[in-house]
């Protein structure tokens, strides 16, 4: 049951369409639990982690919303300021951005405080 119950985690997490809870007690668990033994499992696992389930797409989609927002205000406040240098500045900061989301020790932080970090 533990391994459905991470399955469900991290297809909340991953899949564009999640899995629901009811289709995997039914067809991985060929219906052996129940749904409530299910979700209660699932919390479980949450509450060993303390809630702190980070997906490293979530910080990485997080930072590049605030890289995007600061280079419109940037160019919002100066429309001139379209060069290379700022171009290219703003590539590898988003590529910093990427593989600091690989660091296992950044996902234990709120994905909020990692963005900004990271941005």
């Known amino acids: 049951m533990t391994a459905l119950a991470t399955i469900l985690i991290s ?3 991953e ?3 999640a899995i629901s809870a009811q289709q995997l007690v039914e067809k991985a668990g060929h219906s052996k639990f129940t749904l409530q033994q299910l979700l209660e499992r699932e919390l479980d696992i949450f509450k060993i982690l303390r809630f702190q389930v980070c997906s490293q797409s979530s910080v990485f989609h997080e930072a590049m919303i605030l890289s995007r927002n600061h280079q419109d205000k940037v160019l919002s406040l100066c429309p001139d300021f379209k060069s290379s240098v700022f171009i290219e500045g703003s590539k590898y900061l988003s590529y ?12 234990s932080y709120n994905v909020s405080l990692v963005a900004v970090a990271v941005h």
Request: aromatic share 16%.
């Open 11 to 13: 297809s909340k997490y």
């Open 15 to 17: 899949d564009v369409v």
């Open 96 to 107: 910093l951005s990427y593989l600091a989301t690989f660091s296992l020790a950044m996902q």
